[in-house]
């Protein structure tokens, strides 16, 4: 593949590419809808001398004002996913958004992904994350991801036992390798119609529990097990806190939501707020599920 299929762009704001909608702009941004183009993007980056950045759905980013240096990989439009009914088995590329495949799961008869309907995510960043809610998460059905590394080189499997899953953590984290697609396997056989109610279920629970109508990144901090950062929060009595545009979700409290202008700035001084205040009051720092890209003391 040449570079001139790569339509690589320039100067793209990324507030577009994140469920926050803040972010400033990328230097360069490819969004490949192909392994392929995938494979000829990191080889762009490597012949250009480019730094490059892969993010999937932006839904548990905050990414500078100032943007992003280098290549930004946003692999969004990487999707597609075939279903086994028979065997359970799922392949699913990076960018399939992990809510389409719960409910194509539930048309199936594959149980197993119920609680992933309303994570606005993609299948790769749900395997970096090892998301989860409701008593599921993504470690429980993953069976293997193909990774390639970022510098370049061979794509490799990497299995379930390989990743080291932890609560919302994955060795993925710490590694610089790209997450091209996933294996998962469910459980095959279940009524349909039953699967379908769950799944909605579990998305109206949801929706009437967390604010979904303003841009957000879910949850913000990582629960200091056996403690709840949203209770924490609460107890301080910092629902409605703001800086600029950024505040505290009056829904729950370990949401901060964009209440229009937030600047990236904003958000993470509310979530240093947070952090000092909690620690003040319990002596426990609260670390953020979200990753920071762009700041200088990124998460
Ligand atoms: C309204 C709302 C509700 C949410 N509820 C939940 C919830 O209940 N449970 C939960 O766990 N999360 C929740 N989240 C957070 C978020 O949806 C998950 O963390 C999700 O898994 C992130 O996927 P993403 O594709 O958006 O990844 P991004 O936010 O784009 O990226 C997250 C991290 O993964 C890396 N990454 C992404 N894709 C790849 C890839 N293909 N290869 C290598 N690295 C990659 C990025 O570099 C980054 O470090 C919620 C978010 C929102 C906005």
Redesign the pocket.
Known sequence: MHSKQLKPRQNIPLAEF???RVGGPATWIIEPESVDEVLAALQWAKANGQPC?????????LIHDNGLPGLTLS??R?QGADLDSNSGVIEAL??EP?PTLARRAARAGLKGLA?AV?????????????????GG??ADWLEAVR?VPIQGGESFELKRDQLEFDY?YSR??QEN????SARFRLEPGHNPQELRRETNSNLSH?TST???TL?????VFRNPEPLKAGRLIQELGLKGERVGGAEISSVHAN?IVNTGNATAVDINQLIELVQDRVEQRHAVRLHP???R?GFAAAA
């Open positions: 994140t469920t926050w950045q892969v993010i999937g759905a932006g839904s548990n980013l692999l969004r990487l990076a960018g992990i609680w309303g994570i606005p995510g993609t299948v790769g960043g749900a395997a970096v994350m090892n998301a989860g809610a409701q998460c993504t990774v919302r993925l984290q390798l790209l997450v091209l949801r967390q604010p979904y841009p957000s990144c879910g949850s949401f599920e979200v990753k890209l």
